[in-house]
């Protein structure tokens, strides 16, 4: 049985990044709890709120990359990207019944866990330098600026 707990070592360093993987990883622990259940209505309900919470979550961590200057924005898009093509695969698969809700959650929760310990590792302390930067070199009476 996978551990579908977010757990501190999961963390990047930027609050909005970690927050997020949070909700993922609450969701994908509903999953399997409702899949434990045999409830498979909830357990299919989670799983498309698991897949738009994905996708926004995807879309604002491409902003902050973007706002940050992140180096290697578009090929962390594109890890992104080849996830959202192989969820699609799976969702159809799960539409004819050849998966079950849990092993989208199983493959999903072992690609966040590479995911977070590499390319968002990498991307989040590109972020938190930037910020420091942005902090460091703004002024006491500077207007507050906009937030990411
Ligand atoms: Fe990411």
Do not use: C, K
């Not at 551990?3 to 994908?28: I, P, R, S, Y």
């Amino acid at each position: 049985m996978l551990n579908m707990e977010w757990n501190a070592a999961l963390e990047v360093g930027v609050g909005e990044m970690d927050q997020d993987h949070q909700v993922l990883f609450d969701l994908l622990l509903r999953i399997q709890q409702a899949d434990e259940r045999g409830d498979f209505g909830e357990a299919n309900a989670v799983l498309v709120e698991l897949h738009g919470y994905t996708e926004w979550h995807f879309a604002r961590e491409e902003a902050l990359m973007r706002i940050h200057g992140y180096e290697f924005a578009a090929e962390h898009g594109e890890e992104h990207q080849r996830l959202a093509r192989q969820v699609a695969v799976m969702q159809d698969e799960l539409a004819h019944d050849h998966l079950m809700p849990h092993d989208v959650a199983n493959f999903m929760q072992r690609w966040l866990v590479n995911h977070i310990a590499g390319a968002d590792r990498h991307a989040g302390e590109a972020i938190a330098q930037s910020r420091q930067r942005r902090d460091a070199g703004r002024s006491p009476s500077a207007a507050p600026d906009q937030p990411d």
